[in-house]
Nanobody
Framework: VQLQACGGGLVQPGGALRLSCVVS????????IGWFRQAPGKEREAVSS???????YYADSVKGRFSISRDGAKSTVYLQMNGLKHEDTAVYSC????????????????????WGQGTQVTVSS
């Protein structure tokens, strides 16, 4: 499975971006997908995930602002980010795991065995 994240950029506080994670070599019907981010000098942290069954999870820091969705026909998982804050600045990456599991461990990086390169999101005025 290969993953490619895109859609990052520079946005002002309060703005919005939509990230895309394009999956190839596998289907979303078989895989859980997670979004993670890493800011300079900080550890990687979970943002959101979606199971093969469509169960979604969000980190507390993004609940109510971010939304994860998927389009099976396009093999793409989206992360809609609204109300962006300075602290959302990071490199965002997506990851995949072929699994039937739909529990909250989908927010843990160790759950995933395929990772794509990240896309930079910078929130600045």
């Amino acid at each position: 499975v290969q993953l490619q994240a895109c859609g990052g950029g520079l946005v002002q506080p309060g703005g919005a971006l939509r990230l895309s994670c394009v999956v190839s070599g596998g289907t979303l019907e078989d895989h859980a997908i997670g979004w993670f981010r890493q800011a300079p000098g900080k550890e990687r942290e979970a943002v959101s995930s979606i199971s093969r069954h469509g169960v979604t999870y969000y980190a507390d820091s993004v609940k109510g602002r971010f939304s994860i969705s998927r389009d099976g026909a396009k093999s793409t998982v989206y992360l809609q980010m609204n109300g962006l804050k300075h602290e959302d600045t990071a490199v965002y990456s997506c990851a995949a795991r072929r699994t039937r599991y739909s529990g909250s461990d989908l927010l843990l990086p160790r759950t995933y065995d395929h990772w794509g390169q990240g896309t930079q999101v910078t929130v600045s005025s």
